[in-house]
């Protein structure tokens, strides 16, 4: 199951899923009650961002115990890409109040969308490889 490149892929997305929750998307300031105050943007920042992020492990982890049934496997895929993009969309609206910049952090963001690109690209050839050779068969 772990030698497939796309398991790889999604643990990979996984990983990246795990790091956003411990590490800032964004560090900057806000006007607060008593004056600016510092704030950071990560996973646990809100419950929205958290739980999505929390469903984005889970179904990554899923997705690699599942590699008996590609097509399910490539569903949740895509179910990943849209979460993730769903994700980076949060994180860009939780911005746009601050002012500050946005950290080297972010990048993982970005790795847990590609993840779950390249792993249904990978689950695609692998069942167009299925399909050829049942075709000679």
Known sequence: M????????????AICAFLSYLLPFYSGTR???NGIEKALIDAQSTYPLMIL???????SLIAIF???????????????????????LLYFVEIKNL??????????????????????????KDEKLVKSLDRLR
């Open 66 to 88: 599942i590699f008996k049934n590609r097509k399910l496997q490539f569903r949740l895929c895509l179910g990943g890409i849209l979460l993730s993009a769903l994700i980076i």
């Open 99 to 124: 002012s500050g910049s946005v950290s080297l952090y972010a990048v993982f963001a970005f790795l847990i969308l590609m993840g779950y690109f390249m792993a249904s690209i990978g689950i695609r």
């Open 53 to 59: 992020t929390g469903l984005s492990i889970l179904l």
């Open 2 to 13: 772990i030698q497939r490149k796309q398991s790889l892929w999604l643990l990979l997305s």
């Open 31 to 33: 006007q607060g009650k």
